[in-house]
Each structure stands twice: as structure tokens, then as C-alpha cells.
């Protein structure tokens, strides 16, 4: 593919249009097209490599514009942030990441048996002064089609060792109706 643009790039007109770009039809073997002759003014050899680099750096940029796209329009910048492009290096806590994980095994393990209902996500964990608090969403009842599902939030408190010491439910929303969280 750059092997082509390469070309398309030499095989183009080397005159200056009126508006002092580069002419975009093809050229003949002079270098010039149907429409423009040496009495023309035209491209020198860095400006035909600083348009080769503009236009490499503007494809780079169409490719990352298209695959924005596909992540989705309604997606912030956080959210199509690259993951290559995140900082490895930030120092974590890994006994507090450690924690989060067992307190998400214990919920995810746990949740339905103790609700009594079908567990279907964790969307919060946080610490607290007495060990953690997760909430879960459980299927109070299915429907057809599965957007007019009931949906259960439920909090449920843990200690430190991810002991659950009780759970209270929230509130109840239809899985398609998601304002009341926007």
C-alpha cells in the first residue's frame, strides 16, 4: 500500500496550482500534466518530500479517525484511549488491586445464591471504613426481548477479607431503560 502511494505521489503533476498546491492530475513523462508545461511554476524536490510526508501523516490520521469510528461515536476520549498508549509505568497499588479482585470473586461466586436470583454483573466496588462494598445487578425477570428484562441493583457490604456481611437492594429498572443513569 505505501508502495503505491509513493507512486501516486511521483506520478502526479509537479506544477503549482493558482492556490500554490500541487497539481493533483497524472503526469507524463515530463512531469507535467495535460494542463501545465515547464513555463509553470512548480515543486522543488523537498517540498514534493515534505507533501510525502503530509500525506503519509494524513493517512496515519484517517486510519486512526476510522477506527475511532468503529469504536463508536457516542465513546469519550477516555474510552478509545489506546492501551499501547497508557503510561505502563504508573506506580499501583497491588494489594489494594489484589483486594478488588477477590472481593469481585467472592460477589460474582456469591450474588445469586444470595439474592436468590440470576447474577448478570458487578458495577461498583469500593473501599470503605469497614472492608468494601460492591454492587451487583441481578435478573429479577426475564422478558422477550431482553432489553424489557427487570433488573435488580443490589448493594451488598464485605469486610476486609471479603467476608459478606449483608446485602440491601437499591432499585429495579427495565436492562433497556438506562437515563435514570446518564
Given at each position: 500500500m505505501a508502495e503505491a502511494d509513493a507512486n501516486d505521489s511521483t506520478d502526479r503533476c509537479i506544477a503549482l496550482t493558482e492556490s500554490g498546491e500541487r497539481c493533483s492530475r497524472p503526469a507524463s513523462d515530463d512531469g507535467f500534466c495535460y494542463q501545465h508545461d515547464e513555463s509553470d511554476p512548480t515543486v522543488s524536490?523537498?517540498?514534493?518530500?515534505?507533501?510525502?510526508?503530509?500525506?503519509?501523516?494524513?493517512?496515519?490520521?484517517?486510519?486512526?479517525?476510522?477506527?475511532?469510528?468503529?469504536l463508536?461515536?457516542?465513546?469519550?476520549a477516555e474510552e478509545r484511549t489506546d492501551p499501547e498508549d497508557v503510561d505502563a509505568d504508573v506506580e499501583t497499588d497491588h494489594e489494594?488491586?489484589?483486594?478488588v479482585l477477590a472481593v469481585r470473586r467472592t460477589v460474582e461466586s456469591t450474588a445469586g445464591e444470595?439474592?436468590?436470583?440470576?447474577?448478570?454483573?458487578?458495577?461498583?466496588?469500593?473501599?470503605?471504613e469497614e472492608g468494601w462494598r460492591a454492587i451487583v445487578e441481578v435478573v429479577e425477570r426475564r422478558s422477550v426481548p431482553d432489553t424489557?428484562?427487570?433488573?435488580?441493583?443490589?448493594?451488598?457490604?464485605?469486610?476486609?477479607?471479603?467476608?459478606?456481611?449483608?446485602?440491601?437492594?437499591?432499585?429495579?429498572?427495565?436492562?433497556?431503560d438506562t437515563t435514570q443513569f446518564e
Open positions: 524536490d523537498s517540498q514534493t518530500a515534505t507533501e510525502e510526508e503530509q500525506e503519509a501523516s494524513e493517512q496515519e490520521q484517517s486510519e486512526g479517525e476510522s477506527r475511532s469510528r468503529q463508536g461515536p457516542d465513546m469519550t489494594e488491586i489484589e483486594g444470595l439474592i436468590g436470583r440470576e447474577f448478570d454483573a458487578v458495577s461498583e466496588i469500593t473501599p470503605t424489557q428484562d427487570v433488573i435488580g441493583r443490589y448493594e451488598i457490604e464485605l469486610d476486609e477479607g471479603a467476608t459478606v456481611h449483608g446485602y440491601r437492594r437499591l432499585d429495579r429498572y427495565r436492562r433497556g
